[in-house]
């Protein structure tokens, strides 16, 4: 955010993906900003957590020799959401991940989510996601 104006909507970080709903100011920086975020992400996941970095030894030949750490794939999935509708479905989709995926049983459990601002911000209700849920929501599938 240092280096473009944008707005994260929407965020969820998993073990092995993330997911994350931008509003960029410039629409044709989005690519800019998906690598900014990586690159940003990357670097300082390995001060926080240090065991959660790939060893040297781990890593393709193109990652070292890109000096990546091998935490994202090189590309992403793009997808302008059109209304409202969408982008709170897609909304829904990004903070029912870690319990799709069996992080976790209830959404609220799972602390690297945006949800809980959400929740805040009167978005959701606390137990959104909970195991009673389950039929209202297992079939969203943004992927």
């Known amino acids: 955010m240092q280096n473009y104006k944008f707005e994260i909507v929407a965020i969820c970080v998993l073990p092995d993906h993330i997911h994350l709903i931008l509003n960029p100011e410039n629409i044709k920086e989005y ?3 998906i690598s900014s975020v990586k690159h940003s992400f ?7 957590c240090p065991t959660y970095l790939c060893s040297q030894d781990d890593l393709k ?3 070292k020799n890109k000096r990546e750490k091998g935490l994202f794939q090189r590309r992403f999935y793009e997808h302008t959401i059109l209304n409202q509708s969408e982008l709170n479905n ?5 903070h029912y991940n870690p319990v799709k995926h069996g992080y976790v049983k209830c959404v609220k459990d799972w602390e690297y989510s945006s949800f809980h601002k959400f929740v805040e911000d009167k978005f959701y209700d606390k137990n959104w996601g909970n195991p009673n849920d ?3 929501i297992k079939n969203l599938d943004f992927e």
């Not at 990357?42 to 926080?48: E, L, T």
């Not at 897609?90 to 990004?94: D, F, K, L, R, S």
């Open 31 to 33: 690519s800019k900003i």
């Open 42 to 48: 990357s670097h300082d996941v390995g001060q926080v």
């Open 61 to 63: 030949i193109g990652y």
């Open 90 to 94: 897609h909304i829904n989709y990004i």
């Open 134 to 136: 389950i039929e209202n």
